[in-house]
């Protein structure tokens, strides 16, 4: 019985021995599958607290020591943008306000318009000066007729307003008409002129004019032009291009120059204005004060590109003494003024160098010759021309005037004076 047994107790010892095997391994798998996973767990959480760790710490250092001003560039994977290194040297077309946004042409526009306002809000101070019809026939008389010229209202009392004009228009005239903002015309008496500066003075009365043009009319004001330097805006309203009430905008491209005149100098300003042989009006600030005077008369020191002008300062006086019917003397010279670096360059002294003396003046017959140096008038020290023709305006036709000179004798300055009775 054993023996025919044996073989089915072989067979199944050995499913029992492999049982025992499978039991023992199985388990042993399962237990090291378990321990796998919970170790890579741990290294998971471990590997997530530390880059939270990590980036805390990088951004608690990067808002700590970026410096002020930087901004962090964050680079996205679609459309990446490169962030410049600090060690990057920036462009040099590249400034402090590169960032922001530039000036455009409707910028410009607008300024423009808004300048353009300013000169139109003139039009209540501004009138029309014409000479009157003179008796030659029509054809003829409208070939040589004048361009109307310029009026600006700028002085009132009770009775009259005050205007301001060219003396080109009330030359050989016993009166003018004057063109009010209605187109209406009223007669205008000439208070006086000064051919130099090409200036004069009308005067009209109230009682000619509507009450209710009256009440529109506005008197100009005169500003100090204190800071008028190349860049300045300006406005230039009257007849800057020879048509009355025309607007023109610009800026000054040249302020040092400086004209002679007899018996002084005055400050001529260029502009990036049109230059216009008829042109007359004024000039006007960004805030509508007069400033300047146009004139046509520097052409020579000016240039013709440019319209130039005359600051307002250089003729207030001028035009008070006009408003008087008062004549200015003279005593008929040309010059420059020196200043303490050119006259020790040039081994001369400060004051008013004498370019010119015109035959038959007070100066010639005085004694003044060219190449004299002024130095002093009635004792008191002068730096230049200008000083000349401001003490001039304060005196009146023969008076007598003491001027000391500066002239050059062999390698000697000798100072002599010269007595003057003006003109």
């Known amino acids: 019985m054993r023996s025919r047994n044996k073989g089915k107790d072989t067979e199944y010892h050995k499913e029992k021995r492999y049982q025992f095997i499978r039991e023992q391994v199985r388990p042993q798998k399962k237990i090291q599958a378990v321990l796998f996973l919970k170790r890579f767990g741990i290294l998971a959480v471990t590997a997530l607290i530390f880059g939270v760790v990590s980036g805390g710490g990088f951004v608690l250092i990067q808002n700590n020591f970026l410096k002020e001003g930087e901004e962090v560039v964050q680079v996205h994977t679609v459309t990446p943008t490169p962030a410049p290194t600090e060690t990057s040297a920036p462009p040099e077309n590249m400034g402090k306000d590169s960032g922001k946004k530039g000036i455009t042409l409707n910028d410009v526009n607008r300024i423009s318009r808004q300048l353009s306002a300013v000169g139109k809000n003139m039009d209540s101070a501004m009138v029309g000066i014409k000479r009157k019809e003179d008796s030659k026939p029509w054809p003829e008389q409208a070939e040589k007729a004048p361009s109307m010229a310029y009026g600006l209202i700028f002085g009132e009392s009770v009775k009259y307003f005050d205007i301001l004009t060219t003396c080109e228009t009330v030359q050989k005239q016993p009166s003018v008409r004057v063109q009010m903002m209605d187109d209406t015309m009223v007669e205008g008496e000439i208070l006086g002129s000064n051919a130099q500066l090409n200036v004069a003075v009308v005067r009209i009365k109230k009682e000619d004019i509507g009450v209710g043009l009256l009440e529109q009319i506005t008197v100009a004001k005169f500003g100090s032009g204190f800071g008028l330097s190349a860049g300045t805006n300006l406005i230039a309203v009257g007849c ?176 002599k004076q010269i007595k003057v009775v003006l003109g």
Do not use: W
């Open 240 to 415: 800057p291009n020879g048509i009355l009430h025309s607007v023109v905008t610009g800026m000054i491209t040249n302020e040092t120059i400086y004209a002679p005149i007899m018996d002084g100098e005055v400050q001529v300003f260029c502009t990036s204005i049109p230059y216009s042989e008829t042109g007359n009006g004024v000039v006007l600030d960004v805030e509508g004060r007069v400033v300047g005077i146009i004139t046509t008369a520097f052409t020579k020191e000016a240039g013709t590109t440019g319209m130039a002008f005359v600051k307002i300062t250089n003729v207030t006086a001028l035009l008070e003494i006009l408003q008087k019917k008062m004549t200015i003397p003279y005593i008929g010279i040309e010059g420059r003024s020196i200043d303490e670096d050119v006259a020790e360059a040039h081994n001369l002294v400060e004051g008013a160098y004498v370019t010119e003396v015109y035959a038959g003046t007070p100066a010639y017959e005085g004694g003044m010759r060219v190449a004299d140096v002024i130095t002093q008038i009635n004792g008191e020290s002068i730096r230049g021309m200008t000083d000349i023709y401001n003490n001039l305006i304060k005196h009146k036709p023969k008076d007598k005037v003491v001027y000391t000179v500066h002239r050059k004798s062999g390698n000697r300055k000798v100072a």
